[in-house]
């Protein structure tokens, strides 16, 4: 029954008796509505058990915080989040209005869900559970009294006792010792209106923006006061249903005096999608003011190449000194790991390194069992093609499907790093297991650079060279490719996600892991003539 999967996990506080009473009330409740009783079907009548059960529950509330000094009014926190800093209520999926009391047909496809699962009270399926300060109710937080933003961690410090500012100043989870990271660098988080970016579903494509929005807190960077940021978070997204158009709005209405500073040079956002800011999800209004963010993206395609493959997303997609090439995180691949030649397990099972040079994986076209010729120009900027050629070659290996990418690529001292529809993940796995990477890929910027050098650890090849490639792998000495191991070997603990999916090297405790390196990457200069501002 609905009620009980709901009821125990999240409020199985009550004695036997006061639960089957609830109980008892609730049927009768969806009987008098005429309505069947079960799953329900819509955000209303999902959110009618809900706040059901929430109205019989004692919840705590922010220090200091009454019915009286919420700005947003004595109702806004029955059923939504009082923003206690712009006196903004913000809803659940289903709910609007000045107090969120009043419902609105919405739809779970219409936020990138689907039907039948997005009626969920699930923490995991919040921004950091919601901090133990509140209920995830679909996705989003609903915090308790007095806390809010997308993961209840934000308060006011009323009496000025909390380590804040000063009376009424905004405090980072009140209470629970959150230091700043004195290495900085500081970074203001915006806090849109759930519609805007919380109704969608947040896991609904590659994680990088969510794990993002979670880690500037975890590592100290969060900073609450915009007028001591050094830099500004815009969390959401590049592609998906997020509301851009909306979310800019929202910046020029409440904080035009920040984004005008430097004109958004200091804002920073995530675009996870194959072909980066090529891959538009926003609308004429977003766009003079995406041009000038700094966007940490996959795809590093530097000039517009759109003719040549006859395909209008392989344009100019990444822009150099403003924009950071972020390693994809390969969380799907990431037990091919343990293959890795660093990996604490070939202490007692070394793997030998039998092959030269190597690649597996489609060829024309993704998920595709075609060979070549191919019929599509653009599909890996056409390399994987040309490498099909040595797939008969003494000490190559190339081919469409093996039983183990990550051994196959360990047992390699080359492993080929091409593009794939848009960006390629083999250039950080190949890395990663301890291969050294082969980039045939022009105009293509790598993960980190010009940070990382992938020339010191790799080995660069002209697309217009690659019937060469033979010759230049067997060309490289003994001691060139020692020397790259070593460099290797310090670039792979760069780009692995440890800190997020586990360890893959002895001793290793993270201070290496690439978000140090993401911080180092942002620090550049922040003014670019030319771009919006608001008055």
Known sequence: MLSCRILVPQYGHWPSAAFEQYLAEYRQRVAGAGRSWGTPKTDEEFLDIYYFLRNRTQVPHAPGWTP????????????????????????????????????????????????????????????NECNGRGTCVGGVCHCYPGYFGADCSLSIDYDGGQGGRGPGATVLLA?????????????????FPPEMNLWSNLWLDRPLNVILWERLMSLGLREVDPAKADYFFIPGCGRGCDKWDEKFQFILTHYAQYWNRNRGRDHIMTHVG????????????????????????????????????????????????????????????????????????????????????????????????????????????????????????????????????????????????????????????????????????????????????????????PESDVKDTEVILRGLTPQIKKAK????????????FTTVYGGLFEGDTGSLMLWRLLCTSCERENDTPGSPTTS
């Open 68 to 127: 009286e000094r919420d700005k947003c009014g004595p109702v806004c926190h029955v059923y939504g989040t009082c923003n206690q800093e712009l006196a903004i209520c913000g809803c659940p999926r289903g709910r609007k209005g000045p107090d969120c009391a009043t419902p609105v047909q919405t739809s779970c496809r219409e936020f990138c869900q689907h039907d039948g699962l997005c009626h969920r009270i699930i923490r995991e399926w919040c921004i």
């Open 175 to 191: 209470g629970l010792g959150y230091t700043d990271n004195p290495r900085g660098p500081r970074i203001y988080m915006y806090e």
């Open 274 to 461: 194959d072909w980066g800011r090529c891959e538009r999800s926003w609308g004429d209004f977003s766009n003079p003011f995406i041009i000038n963010v700094t966007m940490l993206q996959h795809w590093g395609m530097t000039v517009d190449r759109s003719t040549e493959m006859s395909h209008s997303l392989f344009n100019t997609c990444y822009i150099p000194d403003q924009d950071v090439l972020v390693p994809p995180m390969c969380g799907d691949l990431y037990p091919q790991f343990e293959y890795s030649v660093w990996h604490p397990n070939r202490k007692h099972s070394p793997i030998n390194k039998t092959v030269l040079a190597s690649v597996s994986g489609s060829i024309c076209g993704w998920n595709s069992i075609e060979e070549p010729p191919c019929k599509n120009r653009f599909y890996s900027l056409g390399v994987r093609a040309a490498l099909w050629q040595l797939r008969d070659t003494p000490g190559f290996h190339i081919a469409k499907r093996v039983p183990s990418m990550g051994q196959s690529m360990a047992e390699s001292e080359f492993c080929f790093a091409p593009t794939g529809a848009g960006y390629g993940k083999r250039n950080v796995m190949s890395t990663t297991v301890g291969c050294i990477p082969v980039i045939i890929s022009d105009h293509v910027t790598q993960p980190y650079e010009p940070f990382l050098d992938w020339n010191e650890f790799g080995v660069w090849i």
């Open 485 to 496: 191991m070593e460099k290797l070997y310090c670039a792979a603990r760069h780009l692995a």
